[in-house]
Nanobody, 115 residues
Framework: EVQLQASGGGLVQPGGSLRLSCAVSGIPFDEYAIAWFRQAPEETQRVGISCITKTGDRTYYSGSIKGRFTVSRDNAKNVVYLQMNSLKPEDTAVYYC???????WGRGTQVTVSS
């Protein structure tokens, strides 16, 4: 059974940092790119914000997070990370990881940026 579990969310002040993790099991992890999406409270759809290739040699970021967030992966541990720095209130959302190109999603993790 394919499982993705996002964790690491929480409440943080503006300017703070969080690191999200996405633990993956049930598939050959190093054969898949992994994407991060988020869904803000006022939005009806998840928006893709980052992706990392299966080897980790290339990464992609949306304009809204570029320069502040960093995606990485540890293929030995089957985990993908999203380091989030300089957080802003508009980063408040539920964050999800996705097996890129598939309909496998992890349960989201809530990130709230507020003073």
């Amino acid at each position: 059974e394919v499982q993705l579990q996002a964790s690491g969310g929480g409440l943080v002040q503006p300017g703070g940092s969080l690191r999200l993790s996405c633990a993956v099991s049930g598939i050959p992890f190093d054969e898949y790119a992994i994407a991060w999406f988020r869904q803000a409270p006022e939005e009806t759809q998840r928006v893709g914000i980052s992706c990392i290739t299966k080897t980790g040699d290339r990464t992609y970021y949306s304009g809204s997070i570029k320069g502040r967030f960093t995606v990485s992966r540890d293929n030995a541990k089957n985990v993908v990370y999203l380091q989030m720095n300089s957080l802003k209130p508009e980063d408040t959302a539920v964050y999800y990881c996705n097996l890129d190109g598939t309909n496998y999603w992890g349960r989201g993790t809530q990130v709230t940026v507020s003073s």
